[in-house]
């Protein structure tokens, strides 16, 4: 089992970092979450002049045994379609790295298809699906244990290519069924409000999701002690590495970008693991999957984007990636009032 | 007076848009109002394979009389002095328009200050900043028609460079109350609900604002019937410049990033004249100025960003560009179910 030691976000610099804010030509506070970001990033960085370096977007593909209790609109064949078609560079997740400059790895974290050896693909395979956790946990907790430090290696790994700023994202066919009993078990929300369309469930579908999910959660009878045996029950092997990877980030003092409902699932059994994680957190969007916004208000965090995106993919993070860019620019560029020669406030 | 022919947005490969977007490998509608930007910019350049080409932001600047009765917390001089940062590259727009390519043109609209023969200013000025509205027309109608037409031909000028998108942005100490009277008088909106802090008044200062603005409201006696003559008495050169560039630009069919509140009001007066104009705006925020949720509700337009920004300078155009880049390109490059193997919907 590995072990995750996270620091607190040093706060040396907070005081300089806002003073250099401060300083910049515009009224205090007009850049908006901007602002926040830069003294995040600073803070993480430990840095007056911070930088967003080999920005890395890390997708973990794993399938889900509960997939077969008609939870999703897709078969899960889908899954693995959609991970040939990630090295293919054909789905959104590609436009959108391509376009922001964001190194896109694709790992296979257990999905329910032997690849032939694909160029690009990174193999962490933890079996071929989980179990389908109506009747049984998804995995073994041996299993999960495993997975997370797997993710927490990959993690690393691209750490130490140079990369400071990770994206996190997944594909998994049925895994916002893991991600809204994760949510369901370790935030105390009755499941029925934990539950959404996922890929496009129409309201049959949905109230027979909700249905086979409240099943799983009677079925188990967990509550939030113990994170780990929460995930083991109902997690993907995905979720679990992405897990392991955002500990690792962290711990690593990572700028750690999340992308929808099912990343922000797994920072939220990562921040029951490691509660100091979410200060290296930034969130990329408010996913359309209805439970995110409760999700987020949870975990007292405000994404950067709210444009109706419910994709998936890490396409919230790439998307939003821009903002952190802006952010990290507007402290390193801009001109300072004294600089430019602007005048202060009247009543300053 | 310039006149303006508009075409309503040509709808001939609306749906041959809507079915490219349906055959994208993901779910139906998962990527929000990214989808609604790449139907709306195919319609508007009338192609299923738009393009961005030579982004243009045009930040015109101007000084307002309202700004001696103490409506700002800042200096008029300040408005000169940003014209200057905005030259030496020292700005917020600056920054964002480097970051994310945009071309940045600053257009001296009407700046209380005579500027040297500066590296890069367009000049256009129609005065040394408007006469105090409180007691007077800011500006005589005949210079508020070559305000809008001179808007209009360094819009053409720009388009006629190749420029098939333009931002619009200003700077002007005192702007935030001309765009309130404008929304007042053109939306029958009380005038305090119209108002809000600009760069950053306090509760005083807020309180001040809205008594002048009444006052100024009183005195006129406006009703909407007249754009023209409402931008006139209320309106800064630069909101008038903005309003022709606006419009030039939609006649043009260029599509049109619509910055915060001020541009807002802008395009708001842009459309009494032209209602079709707004079939060509994407609007890049909701500024954290109060009134303008209330304005974007009149309008019926959701803007992407909501991030808290109140800067101005056209920065919420800049930093919501890469979105709308982002629809264009899973327009052009994202491969279709059939393209990539992916199986459909099981109840498809």
Redesign the interface.
């Known amino acids: 089992m590995t072990h995750f030691e996270l620091s607190p976000l040093n706060q040396d610099l907070h005081d300089a970092l806002v003073h250099k804010i401060k300083l ?11 602002e926040a970001i830069a003294l995040q990033v600073g803070c993480i960085q430990q840095t007056l002049t911070p930088t967003l370096i080999n920005p890395a977007m890390l997708v973990f593909a794993g399938d889900h045994g509960i997939a077969q209790s008609g939870v999703s ?3 899960q ?2 899954t693995a ?2 991970v ?2 990630f090295l ?1 560079g ?3 997740i ?3 790295c ?3 400059g964001m190194q896109l790895l694709v790992i296979d974290a257990g999905v329910n298809h032997t690849f032939a050896n694909e160029m690009g693909l990174i193999p962490a395979k933890m079996g071929l699906g989980t179990a389908n956790f109506l009747h049984a946990p998804a995995m073994r907790m041996d299993v999960c244990h495993a997975a997370i430090t797997k993710g927490a290696d990959i993690a690393k790994k691209q750490l130490s290519r140079g990369s400071n700023v990770l994206g996190i994202g997944e594909m998994g066919i049925g895994n916002t069924s893991s991600a809204s009993c994760l949510m369901s078990v370790l935030t105390s929300v009755p499941i029925a409000q934990c539950v959404g369309r996922g ?2 469930l ?1 309201d049959v579908g949905l109230a027979n999701k909700t249905l086979i999910l409240s099943q799983a959660i009677a079925y188990h009878k967990l509550n939030a002690d113990d994170p780990y045996l929460v995930l083991a029950t109902f997690g993907g092997f995905e979720i679990a590495m992405m897990v392991g990877a955002m500990l690792a980030a962290a711990e690593q003092k990572a700028v750690l970008m999340i992308d929808g409902f099912i990343a922000t699932a797994a920072i939220l059994v990562a921040s029951k693991i490691q509660p100091m994680i979410l200060e290296y957190c930034i969130f990329a969007h408010r996913s ?1 999957e209805r439970p995110h916004q409760a999700l987020l208000d949870y975990l007292r965090v405000k994404p ?8 998936g993919e890490g ?1 919230g993070v790439a ?1 939003a990636y ?2 952190v ?2 952010a990290v ?2 402290l390193n ?3 300072s009032f004294e ?5 202060k ?4």
């Open positions: 910049k030509t515009k009224p205090q506070g007009a850049l908006g979450q901007l609109p897709y078969p064949a889908v379609q959609m040939l078609n293919a054909g789905a959104a590609n436009v959108f391509r376009q922001v890929t496009g129409d359309d950067l984007l709210d444009i109706g995106l419910r994709l396409t998307l821009p903002l860019q802006g620019n507007f560029e801009m001109a600089s430019a020669g602007i005048s406030r009247v009543d300053a």
